[in-house]
């Protein structure tokens, strides 16, 4: 036997979360591993194409992000290789249901306006936005990206084909042309579901339209994931109506960007005690990103974007959203990280409205209408440093919880989980605090995602799996993205492979292109 690669002499953490760390060699032939032990008499014998020496360095599974804006970036731009730089060989798309397959051209344009705050801006050979079939888009990524992706059906662009922006329940009819939508994609290899029911349309779905979705999902084996319905319910009776459809649908559910602390932690004992199939992720850090519009109250959202722009501009409107602001948005900290302008990318809120000499909340309302809902800002957790230090801590260990980035890309001044949020998770949890082992890290970045999502032959070490590989150095690994300086890259990392092509090798970016449209297995 002849290898095309061989990793020699490496700590091997087999992404199963029980194995412990042991050494031994890997031979790869093409896409797979095809033998995990002493190959040294191969070696000698120049039974191989390539070697990498991987001694005192750690190999694991390539960490898959379950929750990440890259699905554009992948096909080129600045943070193209920003999820390789720390280790992920497989993102899923449609983060919070956003997707554009299946709208005509001018209901598409108007879903990239309300979605741009977490891409940027439109490159210029997609402007036309037409994939009528789910193929259609999954077409896009043949060829061109450096990690895998891997579909869901995204509810906000089923619900939008069907129904347009309607703030009211679906109909018979709607229903049953939305559940062919879904059909259609999990026909074509979706892993479930994602929902974002904060975000316009899907924040219009009633229960009803919800379980019956998650009933032609779960037929097919897949899962419900979703950004849960915080601003109209509230945390607690979010997770409540996520228990009652994992109950009515008979499905397993996953719930975005989630931490333990008081308002969670008695739910997640609730789950446990009558074994609820629900798991959840976290980014682990103490703030999160999103459009400044989702801080207002939720029926001035509605519509378009340019409906929900008119809107605000109404007097009643406006003293209405900043009275709101005033109550509901945490401004000491947060930073402004993309305006459809260019202007304030930066800057705290707080300074930047000193420097126009506006109340926070009056500039905050105006910022959203002048840049026409077109703005993203980083939030903190309205709660001290140290209390957040401590729920951080308690969500990292929960066994219920896996790893996902929430990355933003393309965009000025992103938040610097995009860059940083898995070799965190080493560095801070494992090295320095060493709440986890490094067997259970990488558990939760690799074989826990893997295993949840349908993703056979990922996530996981062992003779027949494809050779999506990280190779680390246990003492280094560290990320760098700061609060004012986002956009840099993890140290630590050597070599990064991908269906068996190396993307990083000795912490430089190659050329090589081997990402895949994973399919749920």
């Known amino acids: 036997m002849i290898f095309d690669l061989i990793l020699q002499g490496g700590t091997i953490i087999d992404g199963t979360g029980h194995q412990p760390a042991f050494s031994a060699d890997i031979g790869i032939i093409g896409e797979q591993i095809v033998a995990i032990t002493d190959l040294s008499e191969h070696i000698r014998s120049n039974r191989y194409s390539q070697v990498i020496d991987a001694t005192n360095q750690v190999i694991c599974p390539g960490f898959i992000d379950v929750h990440v804006h890259s699905e554009i970036s992948l096909l080129g731009g600045r943070d193209q290789y920003a999820g390789i730089l720390q280790g992920v060989t497989t993102q899923l798309l449609a983060p919070d249901g956003f997707g554009w397959s299946g709208l005509k051209p001018k209901a598409a344009r108007q879903f990239w306006h309300y979605t741009q705050f977490a891409y940027g801006e439109l490159p210029a050979e997609l402007q036309n936005l037409n994939w009528p079939h789910p193929e259609d888009y999954l077409d896009v990524f043949r060829g061109r990206i450096p990690a895998n992706v891997c579909p869901q059906v995204p509810h906000c662009a089923v619900r939008l084909a069907v129904m347009g922006w309607e703030n009211r329940p679906a109909t018979v009819e709607e229903l049953s042309r939305m559940e062919r939508l879904t059909e259609i994609w999990m026909e074509v290899g979706a892993v479930g579901i994602c929902l974002g029911l904060d975000y316009q349309p899907s924040a219009n779905a009633d229960i009803n339209e919800l379980v019956t979705l998650c009933r032609t999902v779960q037929s097919h084996g897949g899962l419900y994931a979703a950004h849960i319905r915080y601003e109209l319910l509230g945390r607690t009776k979010a997770w409540q109506e996520t228990i009652d459809i994992s109950r009515q649908a008979n499905i397993p559910v996953h719930i975005s960007h989630e931490r333990v602390d008081s308002t969670t932690r008695n739910i997640l004992e609730q789950v446990d005690q009558e074994s609820i199939d629900l798991t959840f992720e976290s980014y682990l850090y103490p703030a999160g990103m999103t459009h400044l519009a989702m801080r207002l109250p939720m029926d001035l959202q509605i519509g378009t974007p340019a409906e929900m722009i008119n809107r605000l501009r109404q007097d009643k409107a406006k003293d209405r959203a900043i009275r709101f602001l005033e109550t509901n948005l945490e401004t000491d900290r947060s930073i402004i990280g993309y305006t459809k302008s260019g202007k304030y990318v930066g800057l705290p809120l707080s300074l930047a409205a000193k420097d126009a000499g506006q109340p926070v909340a009056e500039f905050a309302y105006n910022l959203v209408v002048e840049e026409e809902g077109i703005e ?32 933003i890309y393309e965009i000025p001044h992103p938040h610097p989980r995009g860059y940083g949020c898995f070799a965190q998770f080493i560095r801070k949890f494992v090295r320095e605090s060493k709440l986890l082992t490094l067997e259970q890290a990488i558990w939760k970045m690799s074989g826990f995602p893997a295993k949840r999502f349908g993703l056979k032959g990922r996530g996981e070490i062992k003779e027949g799996s494809s050779a999506d590989l990280v190779v680390f150095d246990p003492t280094s690994i560290a990320d760098r993205s700061t609060w004012a300086d986002p956009i840099q890259p993890a140290i630590g990392l050597n070599y990064v492979l991908v269906n068996g092509e190396i993307v990083l090798a000795k912490g430089t970016i190659t050329s090589h292109l081997p990402g895949r449209i994973l399919r749920r297995s």
């Open 376 to 407: 993203t800002l980083i939030m903190f957790w309205p709660i001290p440093p140290n209390e957040a230090e401590s729920v951080l801590n308690e969500t990292a260990v929960h066994p219920r919880m896996m790893v996902a980035s929430d990355g």
